[in-house]
Nanobody, 125 residues
């Protein structure tokens, strides 16, 4: 069972794009759903996450103020709204769910145990 990420594509610099991540039923018990990205030749990095119970979100400094994560509890869907996109935002974006409790901020890959397949976002200059 995997999360299903979608919404990637080609967008011009300065534009916006929204990604979606649909979760299977049992992730209602997830502590958080996060977004990560991996650019070509680089390591996967944290983008942001939202608490599944709605208690709040947290973002990497590189996207703070430009990206917003929301969730639709009834649709089991988490959204990543990206604005003011830059060429350096180009990457494969992954969503992930953390089913286990962590004392951390849920900003580390090892805090997540269920991953989606990724969706490619390309920002042209």
């Amino acid at each position: 069972v995997q999360l299903q990420a979608s919404g990637g594509g080609l967008v011009e610099a300065g534009g916006s794009q929204m990604l979606s991540c649909v979760a299977p039923d049992y992730t209602f018990s997830a502590h958080a759903v996060g977004w990560f990205r991996q650019a070509l030749g680089k390591e996967r990095e944290f983008v942001g996450r939202i608490r599944w119970d709605g208690r709040g979100s947290y973002y990497a400094d590189s996207v703070k103020g430009r990206f917003i994560i929301t969730r639709d509890y009834a649709k089991r869907t988490v959204y990543l709204q990206m604005s003011s996109l830059k060429p350096e935002d180009s990457a494969v974006y992954f969503c992930a769910a953390a089913s286990k409790y962590s004392r951390g901020r849920y900003s580390l890959q090892e805090e997540y145990d269920l991953w989606g397949q990724g969706t490619l976002v390309t920002v042209s200059s």
